[in-house]
């Protein structure tokens, strides 16, 4: 049977229609592991880079030549809304992001600024109108942002953090200043991600990559009615939204209720029980650990042909990792990845 195809795979698989081929793309596939990124890295910041349009739209479109893969990701980071809100940011070497300014009170809460995106990330929708123009039908942009609860805890913190107690402090002793805390970074979030939509954006990817922090019924209680709120804005866009989080074997459900076209997998899961909690009516996107990549190439091959077998051909799987690429990760091997995926899916 011959399949009349148009447009993107990875759009289709999205929409969990039949495709070529399964799409795959990687998150962090712009990033140090490339020596062309390494090279713009050496004589700028990442918020230089992120400042930049043209330098931003470059690096996002790396990936995408060297690479064949099915999308570009928008080059960006997901704490870049909490700059105009008021927080000092900052990427520190070796140390990740650190924010000066942390909100834990109330009052911080109440003297964040309103933001304006279209001003405030001006840049970063010029970057996504560029990238727009340099690439074909096939290859579509993604635009992201963090969930409302990953980057709460980032704003909380102050940085990243192994326990989240600053942040589990301030949901389960001061809920009202938590939700009203939650539903800021909804509106502002909201506003950000149906921007990148208006410039150009085909696809969105929400980043709750710290969702495993938490259990279930947490989850539920403080988290889930701001994913779904944001998802709810993100409805009416038209484009498919993708919902990830990493350690989430647990939150498969109640992240699946939250919203998202897409779930994305971490490796911890299987994909085809994994696909079986979230429900066929949902696509899903994952879930090789990054790790693999640093294997033998038989033994990354054999990786991923086991998750090709657990998708199992059915339409709406989207091939990528459990979590990013990691900074020393083989560019060979990624793009090995990406040709036995296409190789062993053609149809
Ligand atoms: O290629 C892409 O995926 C697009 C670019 C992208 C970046 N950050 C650029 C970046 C994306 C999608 C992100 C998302 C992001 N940022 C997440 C969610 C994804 C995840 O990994 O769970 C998170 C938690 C952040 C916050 C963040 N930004 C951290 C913790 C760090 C430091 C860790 C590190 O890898 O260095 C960053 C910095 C950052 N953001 C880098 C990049 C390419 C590395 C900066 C560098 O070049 O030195």
Redesign the pocket.
Known sequence: MTVTRTGAPLLAAARREPVSHTPVWF??????YLPE?RAI?EHHT?LEIVAQPELAAEVTLQ?VRRLDVDAA???????LPLVPMGLELE?AKGE??VIRNPVRTAGDVMRLAPVDVHDALASVLETVRLVRDELDDLVPLIG?A?APF?VAC?AIEGG?SKNFIEAKRLMYGAPEVWNGFMGRLVTVIGDYLTAQVEAGAQAVQV?D?WAGALSPSDYRRYVQPHSRALFERLQPLGVPTIHFG?DTATLLEPMRDAGGDVIGLDWRVPLDEGWVWIGEDRAVQGNLDPTALFAPVDELERRVRDILARAGGRPGHIFNLG??LL?TTPVDNVRRVVDLVHEATAR
């Open positions: 998150m962090r596939q712009a990033g140090r990124y890295r990442l990936p990701i928008l080059f960006a980071d997901i704490l990427f990740g992001p992201f963090g990953t980032y990243s980043f990559s990493v979590h990013g900074p």
